[in-house]
């Protein structure tokens, strides 16, 4: 399908880029990865505590552990929980249950009992892939529908028993041989991921992403900056959770689908990542804050040759805007900031890596995307007003997951009503200034929180800030 985005201050430069007007291609997303092995059979995939995968490595075990599942009766559409830290098993598993047509749930691995028994019960899963540490909680959950528990060998492995059938996921894909044929996906219709979010109001809602939703949102990341990539020789350091839908997007589907090299690292510790940084120099990082943060407070960060980075988005919260500066001077490479929600799959904001970056904004809709700022009654404020920001696009997700009335109100004529407060300038540059929520009125005034953490984080003596 092709989208066009409306008239917008934002639309000269997609013109200029030649991004006004993309196809998202007809695939589902393991198509990326039999398309990227195909590509480069013997390029890297993935690198984890010095041992290395390559594609056709990777897509023979994808396929292995596929058919080992749909021997055990595994079907489309059946929900699959994945209570996984970064570890390869999260990759092999992730495509394994897109080549069958399951819905993936993702699932913190850090949940508890009551946590995990919840979404478990909410979806209705039918299976589990977590790691060994995990049985204690796996362990203590009531779910009548849940079937059977798929086991990723761990270091630090529990003794207890699970009353449900386990299997091991390595000896699954050893004593199996790759599925040939992948199920026929409807990706307008068939839903990928389910990816939970509480948002502001404390209530766990599950975003419904279609394989087109999550695969478009592959292809607006990837125009963004495909330039300074090249295709099957580069290196993506993934350091946030993939569980999280920034870095399942960001580091891992966009990494699959360009046939990059993707550094797992299952914990973030700052000295570990940058010996990471200095062994295999990475020209991709997708970050967070707070790992910008450890960065620029390292004492001997200079040492480690950050440099190499060509590319540095950062998501999940709002980033500091001392700490980006703080960034870009000691290592010469610039932070693109952006802006995404769970239900987007998740980006719609990004600063152009090409023209003018402004700090402290976050930055243009991606390619595709429409955005615009609104009063309580749906109307377009004005230039510079601050008002609710709600987005469109191929991103946006189909619903919540068994939620109608949370549904309706968060999709209406076609827009996503994101719950973010926002201005806009007059280059089209957008700006957030917090949530509906959490905004404060003291004396008949709106202060909005991240303004307050700003000011604090310009202070040297302050090296994080929470308001």
Not at 178 to 197: K, S
Not at 201 to 220: C, E, P, S, Y
Not at 286 to 313: E, I, Q, R, W
Not at 382 to 403: A, C, D, R, S
């Amino acid at each position: 399908r092709l989208y066009k985005i409306t008239d917008r201050p934002w639309l000269q430069f997609y013109s200029e880029k030649n991004n006004n007007l993309l196809e998202i291609p007809n695939r589902s997303l393991y198509q990326i990865l039999e398309k990227t092995s195909t590509r480069f059979p013997n390029a890297t995939s993935i690198i984890f505590e010095k041992k290395e995968m390559t594609y056709r490595e990777l897509k023979e075990k994808v396929d292995c552990l596929a058919h080992a599942w749909k021997n055990l009766g595994v079907k489309k559409g059946e929900r699959i929980g994945l209570m996984l830290a970064n570890h390869p098993d999260y990759i092999i598993s992730y495509y394994a249950a897109q080549m069958l047509g399951l819905i993936v749930v993702q699932v913190n691995p850090l949940y508890t009992a009551r946590e995990l028994e919840s979404i478990v019960n909410d979806v209705k899963m039918s299976y589990l892939v977590t790691h060994d540490s995990n049985r204690k909680p796996v362990s203590q959950i009531e779910a009548t529908d849940l079937k059977a528990v798929f086991l990723s060998k761990d270091t630090y492995a529990d003794d207890i028993s699970l009353s449900l059938p386990s299997h091991y996921l390595h000896e699954l894909i050893e004593q199996s041989t790759p599925l040939e044929t992948y199920t026929e996906i409807d990706i307008h219709e068939d839903i990928a991921v389910i990816q939970f979010t509480g948002g502001t109001t404390g209530k766990m809602k599950g975003a419904m992403l279609t394989h087109f939703n999550l695969l478009a949102n592959v292809i607006q990341s990837y125009a963004m900056y495909s330039d300074l990539l090249e295709d099957g020789k580069e290196v993506t350091l993934a350091a946030t959770p993939f569980y999280h839908v920034f870095a399942m997007t960001a580091a891992m589907n966009v990494s699959i689908f360009s046939g990059q090299a993707i550094v797992i690292v299952r914990k973030f510790q700052v000295d570990e990542v940058l010996e990471l940084i200095k062994t295999y120099r990475p020209s991709f990082f997708p970050g967070v804050p707070t790992m910008y943060n450890a960065f620029v407070n390292h004492p001997k960060v200079k040492d480690y040759g950050l440099d190499c980075l060509k590319v540095c988005s950062s998501g999940s919260a709002p980033l500091p805007q001392e700490i980006l500066r703080r960034f870009q001077e000691i290592t010469g490479v610039p932070i693109l900031e952006g802006y995404g929600l769970s239900e987007t799959s998740p980006s719609t904001h990004r600063n152009p890596i090409h023209y003018k970056r402004k700090v402290g904004s976050i930055g243009i809709p991606i390619p595709l995307t429409d955005s615009k700022v609104v009063d309580e009654n749906g109307h377009e404020v004005k230039t510079g007003e601050i008002g609710e920001l709600i987005v469109k696009g191929p991103q946006v997700m189909k619903g919540y997951w068994n939620k109608p009335e949370e549904t309706a109100e968060a999709l209406r004529d076609g827009w996503l009503y994101t719950g973010d407060l926002a201005t806009m300038d007059e280059e089209g540059y957008f700006y957030i200034v917090g949530r509906k929520k959490e905004m404060i009125i003291s004396g008949g005034f709106n202060i909005y929180p991240q303004e307050v953490e700003d000011v604090l984080y310009d202070h040297p003596a302050v090296k994080e800030a929470a308001v």
